[in-house]
C-alpha cells in the first residue's frame, strides 16, 4: 500500500519487533521519513505561528505495531500441549470415573516428551486427583474405549500411546 502523503510504502509492512534483525533499518527509514516530513512543514510554517498538527504523522505511517504473544503461563508452571482432539476429549470426558483425568496426563506427557508414546507416571496424577487403582481403571477404559493402548511391563512404567480417532 502506498502513502499518499510522502510517497513511500506504508510502514505496517515493517513491523518492528524487538527480535527482528530488520528492526534497526526499519527504525532508520522511519526516522529519515519522519525528519523529512517535519523539515518540510516546519520550513512552510510562518515564524509566529506553530501548528501542532502539522508534526502529526500521515495515516499510513501511524498504523499500530503489533506485539508478540507472550507466554500464559509462568517459569514453572505446568501446561497442557494442544491441540488435543475434540473427538478424543469428548470421548474421555464419557467414561467412568477418573478417565479424563488420567487422558489429561497422557496429553500432558505427550506435551513434554513431543511424543505420542510416553511412560506414564504417578506425579501428573497425583496432580490431577487420581489414586494408583484409580489411575489403573482409567487406562483400561480409556484402552477399551479406542482412545490410547496401554503396554503394561512388570515392574516398570506403563507405556502409553494415544491413539487417534479417525470420525
Known sequence: MWCDTLGVVS???YLLHPSD???????YLLFSLLSVSFMSKVAAQPDDTFDVDSLRLPSCIAAP???RKSQRFGPG????RGPIPWDWLSGAARLPGKALQVGLAIWHLAGLKN?????????PL????VTRQAAYRGLKA?????LIKAGRRSGRKTRVTILVIST
Not at 21 to 27: A, C, F, G, V
Open 11 to 13: 510502514v505496517d509492512t
Open 21 to 27: 534483525t530488520r528492526s534497526i533499518l526499519s527504525i
Open 142 to 146: 480409556l484402552e477399551n474405549a479406542g
Open 65 to 67: 505495531l503489533t506485539r
Open 126 to 129: 497425583e496432580d490431577l486427583g
Open 115 to 123: 511424543a505420542m508414546t510416553v511412560e506414564l507416571s504417578r506425579v
Open 77 to 80: 508452571q505446568k501446561f497442557l
